[in-house]
């Protein structure tokens, strides 16, 4: 088992009709004028945004920004920093998915930041978000365990770049996560939030044969449960498959997987760049690029893979063919979902994508990758001509 250190402060508060307990974790702050961050919309047609603001309005002031799009926007962000300065904005709720949570963190770093906060995703030397006006989040779509965390991915579409960003200051004081919300997500949005957390996990699991065997007995009952409720996608009206799935994602990436075992990440990485240049979805760019990194990486991954069949999928046989399958039983429960894991699905323009990807990569000194620090440029190349 690995050494590791590991500490969650959020409060998660679970179920349904909780609102009323927001004054109270608001004042448990101190807080007095708070900034109201949210997504495009859908949480004012849903009658989230007014329940929200019901609960808060007698007793704080509030400023409200909205828009903040589904790949968080490095320029939209920095209205919001500049609003939250104008304001003296001394908390902030993000009331939507991990889009808009992963949006305030930054907000919340950048806010008192001095220099040029794209520096600091950049991670220029001496550039660190070194304090953060504190925020709660109010979960609308279960998938990237945002809620529970302390890491964000934020875009910057005119240079065509996707950091990610992190640390102790940016849990949340708080998440309100309502499984009753689920019923207001459309198809595709579940599709994608299941893909999101199944991957999260994978990407924590499917490494090496390892002796912490709690964290790899969670990872498979996480998976295990997400295959078990994909009946959500059409009936996310199902209190008790919403929640579970709501649950499922948060615990996905809560940090508990992680403890003592060795990760990857790669797929997350190489994803990040299919969804800055092509705009696809997160959770799809991780379905298309997941099982041909597997393929990839399969000498160095066949043990864990094969556990992963032999426990997940209750598949049975010699190791090599078990693993897989799984890769297969993989990708066509990405398929049963209604998502496509080739990429020429998603563009006509992909002949130079892979060479492109792997130059960056090079360029950023991106040339060890994965649990084994084995994956390099080249095999990024090869694994994007597989998704093609």
């Known amino acids: 088992m690995e050494n590791f250190e590991i500490i969650n402060p959020v409060r998660v508060v679970f179920g349904k009709e909780q609102w009323s307990r927001l004054p109270e974790l608001l004042k448990a702050q101190n807080a007095k004028k708070i900034m109201v961050a949210y997504g495009g919309g859908s949480v004012k047609k849903i009658g989230l945004f007014d329940t929200v603001m019901d609960a808060i309005k007698d007793d704080f002031e509030i400023v409200e920004f909205g828009g903040i799009p589904a790949n968080p926007e490095y320029t939209k962000l920095m209205e919001a920093v500049e609003l939250a300065r104008k ?44 304090t953060a006006v504190p925020f709660g989040t109010i979960l609308t779509i279960p998938a990237t365990g945002s809620e529970v965390n302390s890491g964000g991915v934020i875009s910057r579409s005119e240079i065509g770049a996707k950091r990610t960003m992190g640390g102790p200051l940016f849990f949340p004081v708080f998440s309100f996560c309502d499984p009753t919300v689920v019923a207001t997500l459309p198809k595709r949005q579940l599709a994608n939030g299941i893909i999101d957390a199944y991957m999260h996990v994978l990407e924590q ?20 449960t997400l295959i078990e409720v994909k009946g959500v996608v059409d009936n996310p009206s199902d209190y008790d498959l919403a929640a579970n799935f709501m649950l499922c994602a948060s615990h996905a990436l809560n940090g508990n997987l992680r403890c003592g075992v060795k990760t990857d990440w790669t797929t997350h990485m190489i994803g990040h760049e299919l ?3 092509y705009g696809i979805d997160h959770a799809r760019t991780l379905a298309i690029v997941g ?21 997940v999928w209750g598949l049975k046989g010699e190791a090599g063919e078990v693993a897989l399958e799984a890769i297969k039983k993989t990708e066509e429960f990405f ?3 209604g998502v496509s894991t080739k990429l020429s699905k998603y563009s006509e ?20 990758l994965g649990e084994h620090q084995a994956i390099n440029p080249k095999d990024v190349k090869d694994i994007l001509e597989a998704c093609i």
Not at 100 to 126: H, M, N, Q, T
Not at 205 to 224: C, F, K
Not at 291 to 311: C, H, I, T
């Open 349 to 368: 323009e992909t002949a130079e994508f892979p060479q492109y990807v792997s130059a960056i990569f090079e360029e950023r000194d991106w040339t060890a």
């Open 205 to 224: 699991y499917v490494t090496v044969t390892g002796d912490n065997l709690l964290q790899e007995r969670q990872a498979e009952a996480i998976l295990s």
């Open 291 to 311: 099982p041909r990194l597997f393929e990839n990486q399969f000498e160095r991954k066949k043990n864990k893979l094969a556990q992963y069949g032999e426990r």
């Open 275 to 277: 969804t800055a240049k």
């Open 87 to 130: 304001e003296s904005i001394d908390f902030i709720i993000a009331l939507g998915g991990g889009s808009v949570i992963d949006g305030v963190k930054f907000i919340s770093g950048a806010i008192g930041y001095k220099g040029e906060p794209w520096d600091v995703l950049e991670r220029k030397e001496g550039c660190v978000f070194d």
């Open 335 to 337: 398929q049963e979902l």
